[in-house]
């Protein structure tokens, strides 16, 4: 199959609500290419030298996601131009984004990441976490971010109870956070990132509203 047809394939699966990242990690600028001219123009990447070349070479209305672990050295690098950063898990994180997206001059959207799942290997914060973000005094000062949801991943397993359990418990702190928090100046929570190749339909039904979406349409990664 090819890999237009595969993101076709997938577009079918989707709600209009549901934005979709296609994870182009590892994956050569054709294979991007071939996505982009049957229409896609959100990709995600999770190292941030590869997206910086990759930016570089292709068309530049496409919106790039770095939906890896972020180190803070490196969040200059990307900072021009990056379109969203899913795995915000720290304030430090925050207050280098900012800080680097304001020499730019611009506001860079960002996604908290909760850690929902049952393995170590998974970052992101807890709820406690989370309302310590939300509550400080410095998150007030950052006037060149904006904390735009949430982002979480399942564990992986073939036990689907435990995969909508934690999807739902992710949307339930996604709405209670908006409750709360979304009259701060720099928060306007609205996307809930959870989902992937294996997993992405039940995160649908329980509340996604953007998957992240890699070997179903590009194959496996080569690594």
Same mark, same amino acid.
């Given at each position: 199959?090819?890999?237009?047809?595969?993101?076709?394939?997938?577009?079918?699966?989707?709600?209009?609500?549901?934005?979709?990242?296609?994870?182009?990690?590892?994956?050569?600028?054709?294979?991007?290419?071939?996505?982009?001219?049957?229409?896609?123009?959100?990709?995600?990447?999770?190292?941030?030298?590869?997206?910086?070349?990759?930016?570089?070479?292709?068309?530049?209305?496409?919106?790039?996601?770095?939906?890896?672990?972020?180190?803070?050295?490196?969040?200059?690098?990307?900072?021009?131009?990056?379109?969203?950063?899913?795995?915000? *898990?720290?304030?430090? @994180?925050?207050?280098?984004?900012? !800080?680097?997206?304001? &020499?730019? +001059?611009?506001?860079?959207? =960002?996604? /908290?990441?909760?850690?929902?799942?049952?393995?170590?290997?998974?970052?992101?914060?807890?709820?406690?976490?989370?309302?310590?973000?939300?509550?400080?005094?410095?998150?007030?000062?950052?006037?060149?971010?904006?904390?735009?949801?949430?982002?979480?991943?399942?564990?992986?397993?073939?036990?689907?109870?435990?995969?909508?359990? *934690?999807?739902?418990? @992710?949307?339930?702190?996604?709405? !209670?956070?908006?409750? &709360?928090? +979304?009259?701060?100046?720099? =928060?306007? /929570?609205?996307?809930?990132?959870?989902?992937?190749?294996?997993?992405?339909?039940?995160?649908?039904?329980?509340?996604?509203?953007?998957?992240?979406?890699?070997?179903?349409?590009?194959?496996?990664?080569?690594?």
């Amino acid at each position: 199959m090819s890999i237009s047809t595969n993101l076709n394939e997938v577009k079918q699966t989707l709600a209009p609500h549901v934005t979709l990242v296609a994870v182009s990690k590892t994956k050569p600028m054709e294979d991007l290419m071939e996505a982009y001219e049957a229409g896609q123009r959100i990709f995600g990447e999770n190292k941030i030298q590869e997206m910086t070349e990759k930016y570089e070479a292709l068309p530049k209305d496409i919106e790039w996601h770095m939906i890896g672990h972020v180190q803070r050295n490196k969040v200059k690098y990307m900072a021009e131009y990056v379109s969203l950063i899913h795995g915000v *898990e720290s304030l430090k @994180l925050l207050q280098e984004i900012n !800080k680097q997206a304001e &020499k730019h +001059n611009r506001i860079i959207p =960002v996604l /908290l990441q909760m850690f929902i799942a049952q393995e170590d290997t998974k970052f992101g914060l807890d709820t406690n976490e989370l309302e310590e973000i939300f509550t400080s005094e410095e998150l007030k000062e950052m006037q060149n971010i904006q904390i735009k949801g949430l982002m979480g991943m399942a564990t992986f397993t073939e036990d689907s109870q435990e995969v909508k359990k *934690e999807f739902s418990t @992710l949307k339930d702190i996604f709405d !209670k956070s908006k409750q &709360k928090y +979304n009259d701060l100046p720099n =928060v306007q /929570l609205e996307i809930i990132s959870m989902g992937m190749s294996n997993d992405y339909l039940l995160a649908v039904e329980c509340g996604s509203t953007m998957v992240r979406i890699g070997s179903t349409i590009f194959g496996n990664r080569n690594y």
